[in-house]
Every structure is written in C-alpha cells, then in structure tokens.
T-cell receptor, first 111, second 109 residues
Framework: GAGVSQSPSNKVTEKGKDVELRCDPI?????LYWYRQSLGQGLEFLIY????????KSGLPSDRFSAERTGGSVSTLTIQRTQQEDSAVYLC?????????FGEGSRLTVL | RKEVEQDPGPFNVPEGATVAFNCTYS??????FFWYRQDCRKEPKLLMS???SGNEDGRFTAQLNRASQYISLLIRDSKLSDSATYLC??????????FGAGTRLTVKP
C-alpha cells in the first residue's frame, strides 16, 4: 500500500505479557516516529529514527519499552511486562520533507 | 514551561464564526512549525506548514510570532466539518517532531 501500515490494529493482552507493535513506513521515508496517545490526550513522543539509528530515546516511558528499526524500513516497538497504564493508541509516522504521515495506530488494551 | 503548549479548549463556536488558537513554544531555535488536524479516533493529518511569518490557505491562516514564540491558527467562516482537534508541532531539529496536546474545536449549527 501507499501509506504507513501498522499492525496489529487492536491488541488485548494480560498484564505482565510482552507485546510487539509493527510499523511499515512509506517507502523512501528515512525518518520514522513512534507516539503514544491515551484517550482524550495529546500525542506523547516516544522515539524517532533517522535511518536505523535513534538519536533520542529519552521519550520512552521506562526500560520496559524498546524500539528498533532495521534496513531503514520496518520498525518494531516492544513493550515488556505490560502494565495497565500502557493502554493507549500507539501511532507510527514516517516523514518526507517535514510532513508526517501517520498510520492508523495500534490500539493496545492491557487487562 | 512546556516545550509546546496549547489551550486544550474546548472551543465551541457557531457556524460562520471566526476562531483562533495559539500555540506557544520554548525552543527559540525552531525554524519551521506545523498545524495538524485530528478527527475523533483518527490519525493526525497535516493542515498547514508555517515557515516564515505566516501562511494562508483558503479560510485558514497560520501566523508566526518569533519574538513572543507563538504560532496561531485562524479559521474564518467556520464549518461543521472543521470540528476536530488541532495539534501544533514544533520540531526540535529537522526531524525531532514534538506535538502540543491539541485544542479541541466544536462548530455547532
């Protein structure tokens, strides 16, 4: 497809389980972003990649969160030992010439 | 001071009204700015870019005040379809994009 693709679109998991969220950016976009949005809240910056490297990881909420990007393309955001406060929509975006193109998000619910 | 700060609203205006939102930022080195629109339960989409003093696109005008470190978004002749959350984006550098919390607008008949 032509847009940013995220999977899964919905994920329900039990507290303590690990989850992996995937983002497939628009081909050719070198910058890739992860944001988190809780219901009725703004976008919380998590991490961004320029190519395969992440210049700033300070937005990751805790050491349970990690992200990687390989081949300058697909990125995965991993949350270990999920907690209920991790429940949110996780949005991925890729960038061309300053404009961010978002995926539809992965809605995570931790029971 | 937050890096990017917006009045959360909500702004409730009648159709045809003119409404303006402000976004203040703390990084004086920022050179470009953006307004995004987010509909309920949808992903954000670019509305306007602001690179110098301002930008106009139809009913929408974005202005930049570097001295006071804020950008504004003006919507004239509001339509019902303008109801959304408007997000301000201030890059730390070319690629590190930080969003404000958003301003919610509801346009009523």
């Amino acid at each position: 497809g032509a847009g940013v693709s995220q999977s899964p679109s919905n994920k329900v998991t039990e507290k303590g389980k690990d989850v992996e969220l995937r983002c497939d950016p628009i081909s050719g976009h070198t910058a890739l972003y992860w944001y988190r949005q809780s219901l009725g809240q703004g976008l919380e910056f998590l991490i961004y990649f320029q190519g395969n490297s992440a210049p700033d990881k300070s937005g990751l909420p805790s050491d349970r969160f990690s992200a990687e990007r390989t081949g300058g393309s697909v990125s995965t955001l991993t949350i270990q030992r999920t907690q209920q406060e991790d429940s949110a929509v996780y949005l991925c975006a890729s960038s061309w010439d300053g404009e961010l193109f978002f995926g539809e998000g992965s809605r995570l619910t931790v029971l | 001071r937050k890096e990017v700060e917006q009045d959360p609203g909500p702004f409730n205006v009648p159709e045809g009204a003119t409404v303006a939102f402000n976004c203040t930022y703390s990084n004086s080195a920022s050179q470009s700015f953006f307004w995004y629109r987010q509909d309920c339960r949808k992903e954000p989409k670019l509305l306007m870019s602001v690179y110098s003093s301002g930008n106009e696109d139809g009913r929408f005008t974005a202005q930049l005040n570097r001295a006071s470190q804020y950008i504004s978004l003006l919507i004239r002749d509001s339509k019902l379809s303008d109801s959304a959350t408007y997000l301000c984006v201030v890059p730390r550098n070319n690629n590190d994009m930080r969003f404000g919390a958003g301003t919610r607008l509801t346009v009523k008949p």
